[in-house]
């Protein structure tokens, strides 16, 4: 289960022992005080763990409201089946682009079995479920598939948001494939007359039926167009902890994101004592053109690889 979501049930636990504490101090019964006292403890104790030691799996509440959903007591088999679904989907299809830097236009998603999560509890309160990462093996540090699921809920957030310059921001990070899950997620949603409510470990976040036809509209009018290129250019910059580059390209600055593959290439330079900047590289790159609803088309790139260096 989140963390958030943990933490919220403790403090709300916290809260009534606090009060019930109260009333048997004016109520002069030392064996309710006592014993709420020790409960109060464990609590405080649980909540402190929590802060301490975060999960470095991947963990997610996905709550449902709206049409589909009959209170607590149940919800929809077949709208609750495709919103799992899809929502797998979207993990599947930005975790593949994160490793592979790029996905085919159509055919089997890639590493989609390392990104599958288990179903482990029914969320409280609304109708809801809860997906967990199960593994054996005792995680360091967040795993790659923790990292995915809390950058799809921001993807959904970002996408579904009132403040146009959100989902400009995160077109940036799409790709054909990922923005037809996107569709697919909202449609669904919206197509069934439901809300809902995202919980990971950071973030909390609800859509309302605006928010929601907000976000279908937006995924069905927008469009990208993706292509691969390859280039001369001048390397200006690169930060390979945020996977970033600058490049000076026939006069005109180039930048954007980088994939995992040319990240490693240049680690591996640097690491060899060489200075991959302010020379010429011929390079493989993956432009894409995305046209947003009523704003102009914009162009994204993405550095895939370096083919080599080009004499002066």
């Avoid at 997906?131 to 967040?142: G, N």
């Avoid at 200075?275 to 102009?296: F, G, H, S, Y």
């Amino acid at each position: 289960m989140p963390r958030k979501l943990r933490m919220q049930g403790l403090q709300a636990e916290l809260s009534s022992v606090n009060a019930l504490l109260q009333s048997a101090r004016e109520m002069d019964d030392p064996v309710g005080e006592f014993q709420l006292e020790k409960r109060k403890v464990k609590i405080e104790s649980e909540l402190q763990t929590l802060v301490e030691h975060p999960e470095n799996r991947a963990s997610i509440a996905l709550f449902f409201g709206g049409k589909p959903v009959l209170g607590s007591r149940g919800i929809s088999a077949e709208f609750a089946g495709h919103m799992l679904e899809n929502f797998q989907e979207l993990v599947a299809r930005k975790f593949a682009a994160a490793e592979l830097g790029t996905l085919g236009g159509r055919g089997p998603i890639p590493m989609k079995q390392a990104t599958d999560m288990m179903v482990t509890n029914l969320a409280k309160g609304s109708f809801g479920f809860v997906l967990d990462e199960l593994s054996d093996q005792e995680e360091i540090d967040a795993t790659a598939l923790k990292v995915i699921v809390e950058e799809v809920v921001q993807t959904i957030e970002k996408v579904s948001s009132s403040n146009e310059l959100d989902f400009e921001e995160v077109t940036e990070q799409l790709d054909p494939r990922l923005l037809i899950s996107l569709k697919d997620f909202f449609v669904t949603l919206d197509s069934s007359e439901a809300t809902i409510r995202l919980v990971d470990d950071l973030a909390d976040i609800s859509l309302d039926s605006m928010s929601v036809h907000r976000g279908r509209l937006r995924t069905e009018a927008t469009s990208i167009d993706e292509s691969d290129v390859t280039l001369d250019g001048v390397l200006v910059g690169f930060l390979p902890e945020h996977r970033k580059f600058e490049m000076l390209v026939e006069g005109q600055m180039l930048y954007g994101s980088v994939s995992k593959d040319a990240t490693e290439q240049y680690s591996q330079l640097v690491a060899r004592g060489e200075n991959p900047e302010r020379q010429t590289w011929k390079v493989r790159m993956k432009r894409r053109i995305v046209t947003p609803l009523n704003r102009p088309a914009r162009e994204v790139n993405r550095l895939l690889e370096f083919l080599g260096l080009i004499n002066a």
